[in-house]
């Protein structure tokens, strides 16, 4: 069985720069997640999806941070304008069922993004 | 909501030696407690998970223990090897809400051959 994909793994922007990372989850999973990791720290959820529905955007930066998940399946996170502060990994994780938070989460091997 | 807190952020143990990591959350409602491995360069992943009808759970060299009363829970891995190094997440989550993982501050570890 395939892991969950992101791409790309790494990228290099200036402040005031936008970018996006994309994640395809592991097949059927229902629910999406998106972390960031600051170096030093454990993964903070950004955006929680449950099919195509947003379950938990609480910690999103609404103001700089977009996600959407088309058709319940891929999903795109998007940073606009970048801060130096969003210099991080970007984690996206999927679990099978529906948004339970105890259900095992399946991470992919993350973005780096470095902002300068 | 949720508070995970983790230590020590740092361990270094002998080959063969054990390794114990120590977490304690705040919300007295949680009731699922994963333990994540994250090696350099790759996403985190699950090594062992317990929830808060058991107190102690075990899969070969790792045990998980956990103390509701207390509100913490331990990662005890035994006969260490050199692939054990990486580092280690805690998590919290209640089974209300939006049932969240919480995850702690990590620990890096570090098996000296």
């Known amino acids: 069985e395939a892991g969950v994909a992101q791409s790309p793994r790494y990228k290099i922007i200036e402040k005031r720069q936008s970018v996006a990372f994309w994640c395809n989850p592991i097949s059927g999973h229902a629910t999406l997640y998106w972390y960031q990791q600051i170096l030093g720290q454990g993964p903070k959820l950004l955006i929680q999806f449950q099919n195509n529905g947003v379950v938990d955007d609480s910690q999103l930066p609404k103001d700089r941070f977009s996600a959407e998940r088309l058709k319940g399946v891929d999903s795109t996170l998007k940073i606009q304008p970048a801060k130096l502060e969003d210099s991080a990994v970007y984690l996206c994780?999927?679990?099978?069922?529906?948004?339970?938070?105890?259900?095992?989460?399946?991470f992919g091997p993350g973005t780096r993004l470095t902002v300068l | 909501g949720e508070n995970v807190e983790q230590h020590p952020s740092t361990l270094s143990v002998q080959e063969g030696d054990s390794a114990v990591i120590k977490c304690t959350y705040s919300?007295?409602?949680?009731?699922?407690f994963p333990w994540y491995k994250q090696e350099l360069g790759k996403g985190p992943q699950l090594i062992i998970d317990i929830r808060s009808n058991v107190g102690e759970k075990k899969d070969q060299r790792i045990a998980v223990t956990l103390n509701k009363t207390a509100k913490h829970f331990s990662l005890h891995i035994t006969e260490t090897q050199p692939e054990d190094s990486a580092v280690y997440f805690c998590a919290a989550t209640s089974n209300f809400g939006n049932e969240k993982l919480t995850f702690g501050t990590g620990t890096r570890l570090t098996i000296i051959p």
């Open positions: 994780a999927s679990s099978p069922r529906g948004g339970r938070g105890t259900d095992t989460q399946y």
């Open positions: 919300d007295s409602a949680s009731n699922y």
